[in-house]
């Protein structure tokens, strides 16, 4: 198993240089330095001069990918690319384009999406597997069918929805909890109760029509008609053998998006107010701070990679026939 | 559902444990207190006064900083006054040989110009771990080693401050840190054609920077610049090329605010955290100081409790009376004691917000435009009643500003100064219908321009004396657009009759160049279409990303465009100069994006940016009006207004588009906010509590199913 990690970190350096690399073309390619300092300066009364100036000082005065005035090693390194990937694989990203050090505003903000993201994953997959479990149990009646309607209709609506009605409705006009904002300790819970139920409900929909279909396929397998001939009761069928052999297809959608809880939700951290990661990336994005994109899709990247290992070391753990080669 | 009721019993519990409305966010303790809520929707990337300009930046950094001189609050045009100067400064004009010249002396004669500026004495910087001092006198925090530093996490953390008196010197050093090369002023290109010195004192920086180590303290005092004087410790003199007399303006902002030399001293320590730095914490003289700096969930002012106060004033403008806005005359400002600003970068839960009371004033967004106010058919504006039964007052003003559509006077089709070329523009200035676009897209809020000059400049004419009458003609005492016919004759003039290049024989195709993207965008972008449309001119619109758009007004091949310009200082050289030919955007790095050069209108301009105000640049200002009405060089768009809503219990609220520092100005009644905040907010928890029986009812037959199952037999009882 250790050898397997090992390897399976090893293959991870090409992939996130590859991940670097395309970041940076595609930044580049809409982006240059000058549009940069421009954005930068404030776009009024920018000269030519303070455009060179903050390009010298934020290191952007360098060819971007291959220094022809350099000699040997120099003529890569010296470069904006090399002088701007390099430390992040040591987990140094640096400062964005405002002087501010990036690596204090990941620690600070993974900490409120996380707040929001822990609850609502782990509340949503007990409801949605218990929810797929019950329809998947009653399939062909009407209680499934109504369960399905119900599924559809709410993947159908859109996650902005779920948000604007939540807050209408039981911030404005329930007067139940604020409608955005955000504490610290013990007082950010009156703010986590609307996104997290908002969150559960909203996803409901296509998890729960997921699950089922796991459920359903796993339910006609020889196993269970095996298991129910033998006399087990229901709830020992569901729980004991059809849940733990339907883990597999589960796992794979679930632990890879473990790591990723970190980055947090647009949308909903937008809407209500929340310090976290979501926004953090795009607001870079707006403001061409290249410096923060890089580092953004550094960790996104490194942590789906890492939930990937998780998933794979997952499988061993639900299945014993599944071996590391 | 024993457990879902459990919890509802459990968070009822819980929330009626809270005094006062479940859905307050903010602390119980702030309950009833002197504070003012905002919110910011953008966070602040800078709050060194050396870098901050924009508008998110500089509604922090002008409540804690104090430069010379201030707006006043209520006067109209607006007027400088003095802040940290005892009294506005004094310009002093001198000849090539250093002989003092009269003060109206015509520019041309004028080789420099001193203007001497002195402070008041008594004025204190707020606490400060920068200045806290140990027994012996020397300072606590600064000169320590690395290690001992790096355990403070945030400036609050510090334990010790101090204060110290403000010195003019404190002035000079912050008109040296424009100069310095690790920050980017974005004024340092434009001061440094004007203070005499600066350019030669940022290269000596830059030198003695190179071998620093980055971030370092770099001692701004090693070298001096010419310009730049300290005659004693409550005078200095700035020394400028030429006659500029607007640059008293600049001395209203906070590029010019004193910063004391010990708080960078303080903050470019080795060992010092990243975010500790002035660009995060500012040091200032002013009414407030920043206590919280979390730009990701809240920004607290407090009141500064070294400020000695400053009295409120005690003249307006006519009305201002009547509006309650002189009942505080003579009052020590600031009223509010602290002053607490929450992120929130969506619309529609601030609105909610405001209308709950949690924030104390609001804008109106196009969505809730039509629940908040209505227009009647004489333009007048008109709270709606719901609001006005909440006791909500509406504010209006017309921003400082001008939205307008500009021609690239290079390009061989929209440009050039012959009457085919101005002809062609002024049939597209009749045709797009300036009126309608403020009425569709931004819900009539905002006033057609007839010149460059927003309303509150000096130069703008009400009336008929200011109508652009190539556009417009004056009926019944108010402008009106001139029909459309009028543009179709004018474009047969040019040499399109009917949309077809007489020439060729082909439809004419004008391009616009624009950045807008996304629903809003196209939607714009099709109404233009539609406006040439109606002169049978064939519009393509050429969408393109903010940088591309830049470059193409940059590289002067951009055919028709939309900008906007807010005023930096209320002066008609502010606005004026975006068509002034050797600001040729195209051909220099200038802000004049249509690249207009007209040789008359050039050298009027030189004359009036110079002049005192007067009938004299009044009439200059006409004669550069009406040269723009003919030239079109611009389809003069509009003048956006601003309306602003505020809950009964703010006080003292009147948009000023010049001030920024309009915090110490408000005064809020909180018992009046506690009152309605309950009145306005009462939890109903019962429409939960009423939903758990028709669950419980739809979820029944599902443990029945369970049952009956699994008490069933495998094959059916045999009868």
Known sequence: ?325 | MRALDTFLLIAAAALAGCQGPWNNPYPAEERGRNILYSAFSEQPKHLDPVQSYFENEIQFTAQIYMPPLQYHYLKRPYELVPFAADRLPTATYYDAGGRVLPQDVPAARVARTVYRVTIRPGIYYQPHPAFATKADGTSRYIGVPAQALSRYRSLGEFEHTGTRELRAADFAYQIKRLAHPWLHSPIYGLMSGYIVGLKGYAEKLREAAADAPRNAYLDLDRFEIDGVTVTGPYSFEITIEGKYPQFVYWLAMPFFSPVPHEAERFYRQPGMQANISLDWYPVGTGPYMMTVNNPNRSIVLERNPNFAGEPYPDEGEPGDREAGLLDDAGRMMPFVDKAVYSLERESIPYWNKFLQGYYDASGISSDSFDQTVSVSATGDVQLSEDMSRRGIQLQTSVSASTIYMGFNMLDPVIGGLDERGRKLRQAISIAVDMEELVSIFRNGRGIAAQGPLPPGIFGHRDGEAGVNRQVYDWIDGRAVRKPVQEAKALLAQAGYPDGIDAATGKPLVVYLDTAMVGPEGKSRADWFTKQLRKINLQLVVRSTDLNRFQEKLRNGTAQIYVLGWNADYPDPENFMFLLHGPQSRAHGSGENASNYANPEFDALFERMRNMENGPERLAIIDRMNAILHRDAPWSFGFHPADYTLTHAWVHNRKPNKMANNGLKYQRIDPALREQRRAECNPPVPGPLLLAAPPVAIAMHPAPVTWRRRERASALPARG
């Open chain 1, 1 to 325: 198993m250790f050898g397997y990690l090992i390897r399976r970190v090893l293959y991870a350096v090409p992939i996130l240089v590859g991940v670097n690399v395309i970041t940076f073309a595609l930044f580049f390619f809409v982006n240059s330095p000058d549009d940069m300092a421009r954005l930068a300066l404030g776009g009024k009364h920018v000269t030519a001069e303070a455009v060179e100036k903050w390009k010298a000082d934020k290191g952007y005065d360098r060819p971007l990918i291959f220094n022809a005035a350099r000699e040997g090693m120099a003529q890569v390194t010296d470069t904006v690319f090399f002088q701007k990937s390099a430390r992040m694989f040591v987990f140094d990203f640096g400062r964005g384009d405002d002087g501010r050090d990036i690596g204090y505003e990941i620690r600070t903000r993974m900490w409120p999406s996380l707040a929001i993201a822990v609850p609502t994953f782990l509340v949503g997959l007990a409801c949605y597997i218990s929810f797929a479990l019950l329809l998947a149990l009653f399939r062909a009646t009407y209680l499934d069918l109504a369960g399905v309607i119900l599924c559809v209709t709410a993947m159908s609506i859109s996650s902005l929805f779920y948000i604007i009605g939540g807050q209408y409705l039981v911030s404005k006009l329930w007067n139940l909890v604020p409608i955005s904002g955000y504490d610290t300790g013990l007082d950010a819970w009156k703010f986590l109760v609307l996104p997290v139920l908002i969150g559960v409900v909203g996803g409901v929909g296509a998890s729960t029509r997921w699950y089922r279909t796991i459920f359903i396929e796993e339910m006609h397998k020889d196993y269970v008609r095996t298991a129910r001939a033998k006399g087990l009761p229901e709830s020992r069928v569901l729980f004991g053998h059809v849940l733990r052999n339907a883990l597999i297809p589960v796992l794979t959608g679930v632990v890879v998006v473990i790591p990723a809880l970190f980055l947090g939700s647009l949308i909903m951290e937008s809407f209500f107010a929340i310090p976290g990661l979501g926004s953090y990336t795009i607001e870079a994005i707006n403001n061409q701070d290249y410096g923060v994109v890089r580092a953004m899709v550094f960790l996104g990247s490194f942590l789906y990679i890492v939930g990937l290992v998780l998933t794979d070391v997952s499988y061993t753990l639900v299945d014993p026939r599944v071996r590391f080669e």
